[in-house]
């Protein structure tokens, strides 16, 4: 099948979505699919080539601009649009997947109405729980019923939804969303997550090899809720007083969650280490936390803790949204509620148990294969096919009919 997968946002911007789609593209296109991407340029910088970053998968680059609130993303250039829909409806698309919806869902919806291909939509964003920390000057009643409007006006637009969790499912029918809908997560590659050397990275950053630490990955944002985490550390230190927390990622809080480092006393068991390389560095990150900590309460997903599981790392998190449904049944993971006495009890027991961490360090591997890329995108490719088969038989019904 020919797929085309548009996105608003894309590597070198690091976060969910781009890993998200990355992973689709590589794993379809080793299955055989021919897969393109279109996506924002980011400047000289925009990372991937144009076959991608196995050389198997088409990228296609539109002209951008910055936005004003959000300096990390790209809004793509109108002109850019036009052209794109122009050259894209020369070529023939058995389905168009739409990852974000901004201006790549209205190219998707205006090249699927010239195409006549079907359209696959992904909610990836909790888009209610997210505007009000990039809009703060506008009342959060105001933001949150225009966030539901649009989602409502969105998802009705394509003839299919990818929801990667059913707390998103519920969330959606509670705006009124009827569509169709199909849960299905990302998950990872689990051959990507066999390696990395925490005792490397901690050499390499001066860390000791008996120094109490913990890690969390993920993007320096508001909605991550690293500084619940940052309270929860200073709330250990006074039991573990060389604790250090890494955090790798960045992102538009990274300012504030500086300060609030020092305004914790926490400065000196606080690292962080801005973005890694996912297939080297970011792997020796992970192996050198003995603890995975995580508190978002807006993932729909939260893949990080998939791939926290398949690095042996223990976990304690919140279990909210998306890493409600990953943390179900994980034997990998201690669940805290969002209390920095609950949560700092949690990772304070494994800090004292090399033991305890060990048990579920085993059971991390065993409880990421649920979430392996081999099993989700055989379930991705049945999905694209029924969408094919269904759109191409109402056409050859409706020529009949004429």
């Not at 789609?21 to 144009?50: C, H, W």
């Not at 707390?167 to 705006?175: K, T």
């Not at 569509?179 to 299905?184: D, N």
Request: glycine share 6%; with cysteine; hydrophobic share 45%.
């Amino acid at each position: 099948m020919k797929l085309l997968m548009l996105s608003d946002v894309y590597f070198p911007r690091v976060n969910g979505v781009s890993t998200s789609i990355r992973t689709f593209a590589e794993s379809l296109s080793e299955m055989g699919q021919e897969v393109t991407i279109v996506a924002p340029e980011y400047g000289r910088n925009s990372g991937e080539d144009k076959y991608g970053s196995s050389g198997a998968y088409e990228i296609i680059r539109l002209l951008s601009r910055k936005i004003f609130f959000d300096p990390e993303d790209r809004l793509i250039r109108s002109s850019a649009l036009r052209t794109a829909l122009q050259q894209l409806a020369q070529r023939r698309w058995d389905v168009i997947h739409i990852h974000t919806p901004f201006r790549a869902h209205q190219l998707g919806v205006r090249l699927a109405r010239l195409t006549g291909a079907p359209t696959v939509e992904t909610y990836h964003t909790y888009f209610e729980e997210y505007v009000a920390n990039y809009l703060p000057w506008a009342p959060k009643s105001w933001l949150r019923t225009f966030a539901r409007r649009a989602s409502r006006k969105l998802c009705h637009d394509v003839d299919h939804l990818i929801v990667p969790s059913q707390q998103m499912v519920e969330v959606l029918e509670g705006y009124g969303i009827t569509m169709p809908h199909t849960v299905l997560p990302t998950g990872i590659d689990l051959r990507e997550f066999v390696n990395g050397s925490g005792a490397a990275f901690r050499q390499l950053h001066g860390i000791a090899a008996d120094r109490p630490t913990l890690v969390t990955v993920g993007r320096l944002a508001m909605e991550k809720n690293i500084g619940f985490l940052l309270r929860v550390a200073q709330r250990l230190v006074t039991e573990f007083p060389t604790l250090l927390f890494i955090v790798a990622g960045e992102g538009p809080d990274a300012a504030r969650l500086k300060k609030l480092c020092t305004s914790l006393g926490v400065h000196d068991n606080v690292y962080f280490v801005g973005n890694l390389d996912r297939r080297t560095t970011l792997l020796d990150c992970y192996r050198a936390g003995d603890v995975f900590v995580f508190a978002s309460p807006t993932e729909t997903q939260g893949l990080v803790l998939v791939e926290a599981m398949a690095l042996g790392v223990p976990i304690v998190s919140t279990a909210v949204m998306g890493t409600a449904t990953v943390l179900r049944d994980a034997r990998s993971a201690c669940i805290s509620e969002e209390n920095v006495e609950a949560f700092a009890a949690h990772v304070a027991k494994l800090l004292r148990s090399p033991a305890e961490r060990a048990i579920l360090s085993s059971a991390g591997p065993i409880d990421a294969k649920a979430w392996s890329t081999d099993v989700l995108m055989q379930r991705a490719v049945a999905l694209y096919a029924e969408l094919a088969n269904r759109k191409a038989s109402t056409s050859v019904n409706a020529a009949k009919a004429n």
